[in-house]
T-cell receptor, first 117, second 112 residues
Framework: GESVGLHLPTLSVQEGDNSIINCAYSNSASDYFIWYKQESGKGPQFIIDIRSNMDKRQGQRVTVLLNKTVKHLSLQIAATQPGDSAVYFCAEKNLGNSGGSNYKLTFGKGTLLTVNP | ETGVTQSPTHLIKTRGQQVTLRCSSQSGHNTVSWYQQALGQGPQFIFQYYREEENGRGNFPPRFSGLQFPNYSSELNVNALELDDSALYLC???????????FGPGTRLTVL
């Protein structure tokens, strides 16, 4: 069945350091992955996405890596800032599951990132 | 461009009551998905509406129902509220069924 989980519930880093948030998934049919950032009292904010035909995708200060062999993805944040403090969720979707569940995102529990000044 | 908006921000109800939550999708988006987020958990998919029709449903009982209107705004209705329905209810809109979902700020529902 589908499940998306994260390796660490919390991560604490120093301002300016790089952060790496990991995520494992179990559905080998998943072909689309998204990272969301959720600040306290707010809805999830889209950060970056990646499709299963890619291994890496870069955005502004963020990079997502996908390893389909071990069903693992990671979010790397460069030069982490206090404003990056939030809960980070990975979510997965099966775009090719026509007639099935290709409409929904499946989220993990999230990793709380704390950036120390 | 206006993002996804939800109303009300907070709501307190008692067990057995009914509640209606509202969502306005982002301009140009025809799909709305609803999620329930319990404290300390990730969002759980409730259902999705695409062009006024339900396009998929998660593992929620029938007392969770919804609507989508011609302007693509949406409502989530919950009947016979239970204590476990206390959560943050999130609405997300997307340009189409398979496109990136953008979330609103959520409605915090407390059931006493």
């Amino acid at each position: 069945g589908e499940s998306v989980g994260l390796h660490l519930p919390t991560l604490s880093v120093q301002e300016g350091d790089n952060s790496i948030i990991n995520c494992a998934y179990s559905n080998s049919a998943s072909d689309y992955f998204i990272w969301y950032k959720q600040e306290s009292g707010k809805g999830p904010q889209f950060i970056i996405d990646i499709r299963s035909n890619m291994d890496k995708r870069q955005g502004q200060r963020v990079t997502v890596l996908l390893n389909k062999t071990v069903k693992h993805l990671s979010l790397q944040i460069a030069a982490t800032q206090p404003g990056d403090s939030a809960v980070y969720f990975c979510a997965e979707k099966n775009l090719g599951n026509s007639g099935g569940s290709n409409y929904k995102l499946t989220f993990g529990k999230g990793t709380l990132l704390t950036v120390n000044p | 461009e206006t993002g996804v908006t939800q109303s009300p921000t907070h709501l307190i109800k008692t067990r057995g009551q009914q509640v209606t939550l509202r969502c306005s999708s982002q301009s140009g988006h025809n799909t709305v998905s609803w999620y329930q987020q319990a404290l300390g958990q990730g969002p759980q998919f409730i259902f999705q509406y695409y062009r006024e029709e339900e396009n998929g449903r998660g593992n929620f009982p029938p007392r969770f129902s919804g609507l989508q209107f011609p302007n693509y705004s949406s409502e989530l209705n919950v009947n016979a509220l239970e204590l476990d329905d206390s959560a943050l209810y999130l609405c997300a809109s997307s340009f189409n069924r398979h496109d990136t979902q953008y979330f609103g700020p959520g409605t915090r529902l407390t059931v006493l």
